[in-house]
């Protein structure tokens, strides 16, 4: 089973066993049967910050995801610890099913392209 720890520190109502569900359902989709993922909504100041310190750019943007394992091969036994994935609802309003794919979708190993596109699209129309 895929265990989501979600942190709502953004100020903002957010429907959050609707970001767990599709939180689910995208990593199923993807063949991630077990693992843990950590899922934060933040505030515009705390995303900026992020952004700043682990992309050089300083500016608030819609989501952001720090992998941990992948979808590596691991020992026997050990969690799969996906990583986590930040979200912003102050930048993207109640669009942000969108944002959250893509992040998931960088968890996983996809990178910008068509191919990564593609899966966004399966999963956020």
């Not at 036994?77 to 942000?96: K, N, S």
Request: net charge negative.
């Amino acid at each position: 089973m895929i265990q989501i720890e979600v942190d709502n520190r953004s100020g903002t109502e957010v429907d959050q066993a609707a970001a767990v569900e599709l939180a689910r359902s995208v990593l199923a989709g993807e063949g991630v049967a077990a693992g843990e993922l950590g899922l934060a909504f933040v505030a515009p100041d705390e995303s900026r910050a992020l952004k700043r310190e682990h992309l050089g750019v300083d500016e608030a943007t819609d989501a952001l995801a720090f992998p941990i394992d992948g979808l590596a091969a691991l020992p026997d036994g050990m969690p799969r610890q996906l990583g986590d994935v930040v979200v912003c609802p102050h930048v993207v309003g109640e669009a942000w099913r969108r944002p959250l794919v893509h992040a998931l979708l960088h968890l996983v190993g996809y990178d910008h392209g068509p191919e990564m596109e593609a899966r966004e699209a399966v999963y956020a129309p």
